[in-house]
């Protein structure tokens, strides 16, 4: 395996700012290479040791990647979500999609073991992330706060940090006065330069479009005869108490009509439940001869899809790229850190509410060779998928202000 000149020049500089500073963080754009570039700079640097942090979903393409890289050190791959159970000194550690460590005001349990594993281990550090700051600017303390040369040492917290970089505000919520951070100042990334090293895919020689395509599928009477219920009522009531379905919040309503316009929702008791067939059918029938990749939002859409496609659908990444078979990811944890080249096309069983969600997710087929590729978003006619769809192509959330701004026209 050769490396892009680009990266050749990546590792080269990341290999200077970590001997000077025992850290760095490549900020690359999807696709462009940030794994590959990460082993070319721990093989530069001469270690023994490498313990890779990363999404579940992105543990075998990052081995496999390894494998036929076959460098001089050992590597171990974890997920953040079992980080602890790891064993073993490493020389250096990888956290790709740091932009995860950056909750504020207070750290992260995984940011907290991280850092309790540099302190410890002192190892190099390389940070990775396509979207560094995807909501504040606030995000980027706590994702270097286990790097004792962190520009931001000197804060020992994040209140004390947000006195200087960060415009505080206030909000009410339930009458209580609650200070916001999120508007941290451009001096945080001004503050990060001399570690970041960023490259985007225009620079890389990406020319891939992204084309969109919105479908709408008229979903059974049931479907919107439970909306209306929902809307009017905030309640379904089933056969026993707790097969009630309850929208007693303004947030639980949301989410609920969110649900059953794609035909699932989740009962009082937590049982998920399949309520309407139509948009798995639809996506079959629509797509039956392509090998797709299909993003749901909600567990109990899986069950949905299977119901439909039985066999010929998975949720593993390596059986789908070496079968025919199609493969179903929910978008949380599919958005990031994977590839899915092999499928002709993304099609969108649902929509998430995240703005970050819908730009990381949709560029999962993306290669450097690729000219162009086709996303179908499948909506409800009628539906609340529409609405989010516009709101966060705009980079904004979809909110409860949005939902209560909606909900009367749905």
Same mark, same amino acid.
């Given at each position: 395996?050769?490396?892009?000149?680009?990266?050749?020049?990546?590792?080269?500089?990341s290999h200077?700012?970590?001997?000077?500073?025992?850290?760095?963080?490549?900020?690359?754009?999807?696709?462009?290479?940030?794994?590959?570039?990460?082993?070319?700079?721990?093989?530069?640097?001469?270690?023994?040791?490498?313990?890779?942090?990363?999404?579940?979903?992105?543990?075998?393409?990052?081995?496999?990647?390894?494998?036929?890289?076959?460098?001089?050190?050992?590597?171990?791959?974890?997920?953040?979500?079992?980080?602890?159970?790891?064993?073993?000194?490493?020389?250096?550690?990888?956290?790709?999609?740091?932009?995860?460590?950056?909750?504020?005001?207070?750290?992260?349990?995984?940011?907290?073991?991280?850092?309790?594993?540099?302190?410890?281990?002192?190892?190099?550090?390389?940070?990775?992330?396509?979207?560094?700051?995807?909501?504040?600017?606030?995000?980027? *303390?706590? @994702?270097?706060? /286990?790097?004792?040369? &962190?520009?931001? =040492?000197? $804060?020992v917290s994040?209140? +004390?940090?947000?006195?200087?970089?960060?415009?505080?505000?206030?909000?009410?919520?339930?009458?209580?006065?609650?200070?916001?951070?999120?508007?941290?100042?451009?001096?945080?990334?001004?503050?990060?330069?001399?570690?970041?090293?960023? *490259?985007? @895919?225009?620079? /890389?020689?990406?020319? &891939?479009?992204? =084309?969109? $395509?919105?479908?709408?599928? +008229?979903?059974?009477?049931?479907?919107?005869?439970?909306?209306?219920?929902?809307?009017?009522?905030?309640?379904?009531?089933?056969?026993?108490?707790?097969?009630?379905?309850?929208?007693?919040?303004?947030?639980?309503?949301?989410?609920?009509?969110? @649900?059953?316009?794609?035909?699932?929702?989740?009962?009082?008791?937590?049982?998920?439940?399949?309520?309407?067939?139509?948009?798995?059918?639809?996506?079959?029938?629509?797509?039956?001869?392509?090998?797709?990749?299909?993003?749901?939002?909600?567990?109990?859409?899986?069950?949905?899809?299977?119901?439909?496609?039985?066999?010929?659908?998975?949720?593993?990444?390596?059986?789908?790229?070496?079968?025919?078979?199609?493969?179903?990811?929910?978008?949380?944890?599919?958005?990031?850190?994977?590839?899915?080249?092999?499928?002709?096309?993304?099609?969108?069983?649902?929509i998430d509410?995240?703005?970050?969600?819908?730009?990381?997710?949709?560029?999962?087929?993306?290669?450097?060779?690729?000219?162009?590729?086709?996303?179908?978003?499948?909506?409800?006619?009628?539906?609340?998928?529409?609405?989010?769809?516009?709101?966060?192509?705009?980079?904004?959330?979809?909110?409860?202000?949005?939902?209560?701004?909606?909900?009367?026209?749905?």
């Open positions: 395996m050769k490396f892009r000149d680009y990266q050749i020049e990546i590792i080269d500089k200077t700012v970590l001997e000077a500073h025992r850290f760095v963080y490549l900020s690359m754009e999807v696709r462009t290479g940030k794994t590959l570039t990460a082993m070319g700079v721990a093989n530069k640097l001469g270690i023994k040791n490498l313990l890779f942090v990363t999404k579940k979903k992105a543990i075998s393409s990052i081995s496999a990647d390894y494998k036929k890289l076959n460098p001089n050190y050992d590597l171990t791959v974890i997920n953040y979500e079992s980080l602890h159970k790891v064993e073993g000194v490493f020389d250096l550690m990888v956290l790709d999609e740091a932009h995860t460590l950056g909750a504020y005001p207070k750290p992260s349990k995984r940011t907290k073991l991280i850092k309790q594993m540099v302190s410890k281990q002192k190892p190099y550090v390389i940070l990775m992330s396509g979207t560094p700051t995807p909501e504040s600017f606030s995000q980027m *303390y706590h @994702q270097v706060y /286990a790097c004792p040369s &962190s520009p931001f =040492k000197h $804060h994040f209140y +004390k940090f947000a006195k200087e970089y960060v415009n505080v505000t206030q909000r009410v919520i339930k009458s209580f006065p609650l200070n916001n951070y999120d508007d941290g100042k451009q001096s945080i990334l001004d503050e990060m330069k001399p570690y970041m090293i960023s *490259y985007t @895919q225009k620079e /890389a020689g990406f020319k &891939s479009q992204i =084309k969109e $395509h919105v479908l709408k599928v +008229k979903m059974s009477d049931l479907t919107y005869r439970f909306v209306k219920e929902m809307r009017e009522h905030s309640v379904i009531e089933g056969k026993k108490t707790d097969d009630a379905i309850l929208g007693d919040t303004g947030v639980k309503k949301m989410s609920k009509i969110h @649900q059953l316009f794609s035909g699932t929702v989740k009962l009082e008791s937590g049982k998920g439940m399949v309520t309407d067939l139509s948009k798995a059918k639809f996506i079959h029938t629509e797509f039956k001869n392509q090998k797709i990749g299909i993003f749901y939002k909600f567990k109990a859409e899986y069950g949905a899809l299977k119901q439909v496609y039985g066999d010929g659908l998975t949720d593993d990444l390596d059986e789908f790229n070496t079968t025919n078979k199609n493969i179903a990811l929910q978008i949380v944890s599919g958005r990031e850190g994977i590839s899915l080249k092999k499928a002709d096309c993304l099609v969108y069983y649902n509410f995240s703005a970050l969600s819908y730009w990381q997710s949709r560029d999962r087929m993306t290669t450097k060779d690729s000219k162009s590729s086709d996303v179908y978003w499948v909506f409800a006619e009628k539906g609340i998928e529409t609405r989010i769809y516009k709101t966060v192509t705009k980079k904004k959330d979809y909110t409860l202000r949005h939902f209560k701004k909606d909900l009367l026209s749905l």
